[in-house]
């Protein structure tokens, strides 16, 4: 199933990659976690599901100095982003089986658990990695056909993602 998902994902990388960019709400998404970024104290972060790596770049730009990396499922998109980012350490991880592979300060997950198949493994391997800070968005709306067209397997209504946090530890 992971290989289907970073095949699909490879393509999809590209097709959507001014949608990330310009468009309103993943614009406003990367607002609000730079703000949180700005008060919280961290010399390493990591950006699982780093597609389009705009938010990494905008927070190498604003926190000079520290380590930053970025880790994606598709292997094109991470030699791209290596290519044209050497400053952020890039690496492949399928998030449903491997940990980050060391503790960081700060992890972000924005926008990728609604694209996995097992999303409670994804958040044991997260918990596993031993964070510290864990900053993570989902949509929370209805499913609807679109959203199935992007990859979205599922929302997160109500409290559903907390209750899998707390459950996952």
Known sequence: MSE?????????????????????????????ILRLLSRLRFTSLMEVGCAQPYLLVEIARRFPGRHLAGADIAPSVIEDNARRFPAIDFRRLDLQREDLGRAYDVVICSEVLEHLPDHRAALRNLRRSGLGQLIVTVPASPLFPIDRHVGHLRHFPGTSLEEDLEAEG
């Open 4 to 32: 289907s998902l970073a095949a699909r994902y490879d393509v999809q990388t590209v097709r959507w990659d001014d949608a990330h960019r310009w468009s309103p709400a993943p614009r406003f998404r990367r607002k609000i």
